[in-house]
């Protein structure tokens, strides 16, 4: 099981639209402070919760994403998390446990190109996902429908890390 949480009230119908695409792939449960809802008819393999407060994250696979606009949210400075994806920095903060995403060249991963329901996205860095598998700098086609493409962005980081994508196609339909 994987823990996205995605700090800031604000950031909520992102992260709702992340658990829709992520149910394809395992199902998906969403958690704010004012509703829970479950994307997965079984055990599911993503969390995701949107809060204000993050004190722990106890589950084995943690992951923070800070979106482009999140401007709230305390994270307890003793919470750990393997990946922390964050929208609109600079490259140079990446490495292994930080990615930055956006539309440039300066991120570590970021859409090249963008067509209506089809992006382009590069992963400019080598990186491994949560498991401790290699990728080698590529370039993915990826389908998305009816999801704003950082969203779409968003969740390609997620499923990328989660080892979800499959590198020999480097095709991906959420």
């Known amino acids: 099981m994987i823990t996205v949480v995605v700090p800031g009230s604000e950031n ?8 829709c695409i992520l149910e394809k792939f395992g199902g998906a449960l969403f958690a704010s402070k004012d509703s829970v809802l479950d994307f997965s008819a079984a055990f599911p393999a993503f969390l995701v919760f949107n809060t204000d407060t993050v004190r722990s994250v106890t589950t084995r696979h943690r992951l923070l994403l800070l979106p482009g606009n999140t401007q709230s949210g305390k994270i307890a400075e ?6 922390i994806i964050a929208d609109g920095l600079s490259k140079s903060v990446c490495d292994d446990r930080f990615l930055t995403v956006g539309t ?4 570590c991963i970021s859409i090249a190109s ?3 329901d089809t992006l382009q996205i590069s992963v400019q860095d080598i990186l491994h996902t949560l498991d401790g598998a290699e990728i080698l700098p590529c370039e993915f086609s990826v389908q998305f429908h ?3 493409p950082r969203t779409a962005l968003y ?3 997620v499923l990328l890390l989660a ?9 991906l339909q959420l």
């Open 12 to 19: 909520e119908n992102c992260a709702k639209e992340l658990c």
């Open 78 to 83: 003793d919470c750990r998390f393997d990946r």
């Open 104 to 107: 440039g060249r300066n991120n």
């Open 114 to 116: 963008a067509d209506r």
């Open 146 to 148: 009816e999801t704003a």
């Open 155 to 157: 969740a390609f980081t």
């Open 163 to 171: 080892g979800k994508a499959d590198i020999s196609k480097l095709q």
